[in-house]
């Protein structure tokens, strides 16, 4: 390793006057580089190419007199630093660092404010290896650079110098000419840290494995509590948690058996093992997990709950961890949160146009109660998300009651619900209406007390989003009924109820097209003399083999009009509300599932385990 302190900023480009702007010559403009101006907002986001181009420039602060003016050095420190720069034709940041006047993470954040560009931060990050070695090592040691993520046609690029246009066109020689380069902001020492991490070390499972077993032998003990990457069990669990994002997992679960650990995704809703490994690793990976998550690691009797946040593969992703003691030790299941993938607009769940326009139109409505229906997994707080992303505006305030926040959304004001703790739902919504909300999300309904309280926050002009688990859209009405909300009250105020599942998609690569079957025209409820064509899962390279790749919604929206609030208030039987919503244009799930069959966006055998089409078959 290299000494950090001393040798990393040694060897500058060219010598840096009193007071220059980040070692650049007074006088001599700032290049632009990769499509970051210089002096730009430090809001630039680098993989979104219409903000990271024609920034509006600022002009230039000298570094010494941007120091001084933040107080992080005096002006008599400066000139001593001043001093030694005529005499040893360093960087002055490189000055100030080795005499101990600032830290190299703050003179980091000053250098990359001044430069418009981004602080990388590689605390809080975890890099794909196959990414950072496209970029030979050598060239990435020569330059201090090292290459962060690959994103939407956009490269990102860690350096020490993000004004190093020599080391970008080196780089550039090894990634394609399409790719557009933008630099971050990045330490010298922590690129050095980054490269002896990622190009030194063993990153394959595989390998991981092989040295852990050689420490086992020698050992016999791998605690996992050294953060350094030369611990391998950091690297293994780091590996896991790349690999489960890569392949868009959504749930990551660690089984302890009797005599080995098996390993599981959640892919698309299905359970897919992807590696089994000797009983002997577990134990040192539950201390790095419960350490990632801020856990009691000396805690195994009593189940725990944690939360890890991670920059992996240039986007933010949370893990939610959950432990549970078992007879063969702890199990561990971790809930992948991965905003970039997750909320997603209105018009991408896969509504059909019809849908789509009730869901708006119930949307204009200024107060009422909004209920979303399904069991766990059915997507419902993504869809209502999307929602709370699509009204949200700076002119209303949206505020949130929910178990856990699962992602954070901008101008929304999230809180966490704590049982035991006074901040319940029904302390909480009476909290919220005290901060003047004009959209209010209760993560669900569960008890007497949170519905009325829902209830009466609809009914005092606040538009409210809610969940509820019950098998259909319709049936939220006895559902709340049951609970103790009496009718007249309901009818008042629910202004429409929707129900999802999720389908897997057919991978559009492998599909195979088939004339429907006498059965399967009874089941689609077509005329069998004019079977339509539909689609089977194959299984191709694109998508594991499986047949299919991601998920749609499958979905029904109830709107509650002057009619159906009649029949609430009077407890028509539940015939009667079905016959009157169809008749206004309902489609239920099924149908709906079944367009999406006939147009070959998901398989009829897929519809069937999806949703109940028992009186079909």
Known sequence: ???????????????????????????????PLAGIAPGAATEVDPFDPETANNQPAKPPQRLG???????LISPDQLQVVLTEQRSSKKLLGAI??????????????????????????????????????????????????????????????????????????????????SLKIVPVYCTDTEIFELIDQYYDYEISVDGILREIETGIRENNKLDGRAEGYVNPTV????????????????????????????????IDGEMTQVRAFHRDYWQAMVVRIKIMASMNIAEARYPQDGRISYNVLGREVDFRVATLPTVHGENIVMR???????????????????????????????????????PTGSGKTTTLYSVLNYINTIGVNIMTLEDPVEYQLALIRQSNVREGTG??????????????????????????????????????GHQVFTTLHTNDALGAVPRLSDIGVPAHLLAGSLIGCMAQRLARKLCKFCKQAHQADAEECHILNVDAAKPPTIYKPVGCPKCSNKGYK????????????????????????????????IKHGFVTMQQDGVTKVLAGDISLEELISTIDLTDRL
Do not use: C, W
């Open 336 to 374: 992948l949160l991965d905003k970039a993938k997750s909320l997603v607009p209105l018009e991408s769940l896969g509504f059909s146009e019809h849908n789509i326009s009730i869901l708006k139109k119930l949307l204009k409505r200024p107060e009422g109660i909004i209920i979303m229906t399904g």
């Open 235 to 266: 690297r293994l669990v780091n590996s896991l948690l790349v690999d489960a994002i890569k392949t868009g997992a959504s749930d990551i679960h660690f089984e302890p058996e009797g005599s080995f650990l098996r390993v599981r995704y959640r």
């Open 65 to 71: 007199e941007k120091l001084i003016s933040l107080g």
């Open 550 to 581: 991601g998920r749609t919604a499958v979905i029904e929206i109830l709107r509650v009009d002057q009619g159906m609030d009649e029949l609430i208030t009077t407890g028509a039987t539940r015939r009667a509300m079905m016959e009157h919503a």
């Open 423 to 460: 901040l319940d739902f029904v302390n909480g919504i009476k909290s919220l209406m005290r901060q003047d909300p004009d959209i209010i999300f209760v993560g669900e309904v569960r008890d007497e007390e949170t519905a009325l309280m829902a209830i009466r926050a609809a009914l005092t």
């Open 96 to 177: 100030l660092v080795e005499m101990g006047f600032i830290t190299e993470s703050a003179l980091g954040e000053v250098l990359a404010e001044s430069s418009g560009t981004k602080k990388f931060d590689p605390k809080v990050s975890m890099l794909d290896s196959a990414v950072v070695r496209r970029v030979p090592k050598e060239v990435a040691a020569r330059h201090k650079v090292i290459l962060v993520a690959i994103d939407h046609e956009v490269a990102m690029l860690a350096m020490a110098d993000v004004y190093n246009v020599l080391a970008i066109d080196q780089v550039r020689r090894h990634l394609p000419r």
């Open 1 to 31: 390793m290299l000494n950090k302190k001393t040798e990393v900023m040694s060897e500058p480009l060219q010598p840096e006057p009193p007071l220059g702007d980040g070692g650049l010559p007074e006088g001599v403009p700032t290049p």
